[in-house]
Nanobody, 115 residues
Framework: VQVVESGGGLVQPGGSLRLSCAAS????????MGWYRQAPGNQRELVAT???????NYANSVKGRFSISMNNAKNTVYLQMNSLKSEDTAVYYC??????????WGQGTQVTVSS
C-alpha cells in the first residue's frame, strides 16, 4: 500500500491548513485511516482517526479545532486544522489500516505554526 500525504506548510498562529492523504496499491478492505504527528524530541502521537464507517476519534489537544473526514471511494482522508497553535508544529503522518494488507505509513508532511 502506498500512502502519500500533502498539504503541509507554514502558517501563522490562529490560521488553518488542510492535509490530504491518498492510499493506493494493494488495498483490500480499509478498516481505518488516521493522522499522527511527531514533534522534535517527542514520540509519535495520535491526532485523529476515522473508521471506514465514519466513527472518529480525536486527541484531547485537538478536539474542537481539527476535523477528520474520509472519501471512501477515493481511499483518501483529510484533516482540516483550524485555530492552529505553535504546539501543533510537527511532522504529520498518515496511517492506513487494511484488513489484509496491515498498517501502512506515509512519509510525513511538515506543519509549522509560527509568526
Amino acid at each position: 500500500v502506498q500512502v502519500v500525504e500533502s498539504g503541509g506548510g507554514l502558517v501563522q498562529p490562529g490560521g488553518s491548513l488542510r492535509l490530504s492523504c491518498a492510499a493506493s496499491g494493494s488495498i483490500y478492505s480499509i478498516n481505518e485511516m488516521g493522522w499522527y504527528r511527531q514533534a522534535p524530541g517527542n514520540q509519535r502521537e495520535l491526532v485523529a482517526t476515522i473508521s471506514y464507517r465514519g466513527s472518529t476519534n480525536y486527541a484531547n489537544s485537538v478536539k474542537g479545532r481539527f476535523s477528520i473526514s474520509m472519501n471512501n471511494a477515493k481511499n483518501t482522508v483529510y484533516l482540516q486544522m483550524n485555530s492552529l497553535k505553535s504546539e501543533d508544529t510537527a511532522v504529520y503522518y498518515c496511517n492506513v489500516k487494511d484488513m489484509f494488507a496491515g498498517s501502512s505509513w506515509g512519509q510525513g508532511t511538515q506543519v509549522t505554526v509560527s509568526s
